[in-house]
């Protein structure tokens, strides 16, 4: 019998255009799971929040939706996975999103023993994650997302979980933008899932459902991957 002890952590990675749910889906599988979601669209964020020399490097880029540099995203992916939380098994998000990060992955797990369980690609359509994305915005407070015309507070500028009002937009999520990162997506992210697929490791689910749906269908898949 297999040793749970011994068997390497997990690894999950999640595919998707922007807009399809990834964040959303991986925070609620970190939640189900115990496992560690790491979304490079988050460290990112921290960093140019932070003005780090990758994060000044990044703004610009991440602003006008394109592809920030593999080196960039490859060295902090690299960093929050030497991070000892990462030993329960990690959840990618937004990781890897070409070629060359792809790679740039597999190297880094053949150092630490690990595989990848399974590629998960959220299939969604296009026209939709214009709306979806330029609707939406995040309390401010607590992280709770809300939309435009999807998910609107009870009372009007106050968030129903934790009561705040202050809330925020990314600034990319503007419909201009939104087309850019789209086509940066089919470009270079899309033909990701004939790499996993052509190794046994890609599970496509249809993702334009109902949040509880998906989370339903992935915890399943999740389960049945890890065990
Ligand atoms: P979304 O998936 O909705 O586009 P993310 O938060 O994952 O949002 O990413 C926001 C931006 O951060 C991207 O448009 C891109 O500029 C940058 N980014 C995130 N992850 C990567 C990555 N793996 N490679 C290159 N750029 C990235
Ligand atoms: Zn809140």
């Known amino acids: 019998m297999l040793d749970r002890a011994q068997s390497p952590a997990p690894v999950l990675i999640i595919l998707g255009p922007p807009g399809a749910g990834k964040g959303t889906q991986a925070r609620r599988l970190e939640q189900d799971f115990g496992l560690i979601q790491l979304s490079t669209g988050d460290l990112l964020r921290a960093a140019v929040a ?22 960039i995203v490859t060295a902090i992916l690299r960093d929050r996975m030497a991070q000892a939380d990462c030993a ?12 060359v990060q792809a790679e ?4 880094l797990l053949a150092e630490t023993g690990q595989r990848i369980n399974a590629a998960i690609s959220l299939n969604v359509d296009d026209a939709a994650m214009v709306t979806r994305i330029a609707g939406r915005y995040t309390c401010a407070n607590c992280g709770e997302g809300w939309h435009d015309s999807f998910k609107q507070p009870q009372v009007d500028g106050v968030c129903d979980r934790c009561g705040g009002t202050t809330f925020k937009r990314r600034p990319d999520d503007t419909p201009d933008t939104v087309a ?7 470009d270079q992210t899309a033909p990701l899932i004939a790499y996993y697929r052509a190794r046994g490791a890609l599970i496509g689910i249809d993702a334009m459902g109902d949040i509880d749906t998906i989370t339903q269908k992935l915890g399943a898949i999740v389960k049945t991957a890890t065990r």
């Open 88 to 99: 329960r098994g990690v959840i990618l998000d937004g990781f890897p999103r070409t070629q």
């Open 180 to 186: 850019s990162r789209l086509a940066a997506y089919h």
């Open 50 to 71: 932070a003005q780090t020399p990758a994060g000044l490097r990044a703004r610009s880029v991440m602003e006008a939706g394109g592809l920030v540099s593999d080196d």
């Open 104 to 107: 740039a992955l597999d190297a």
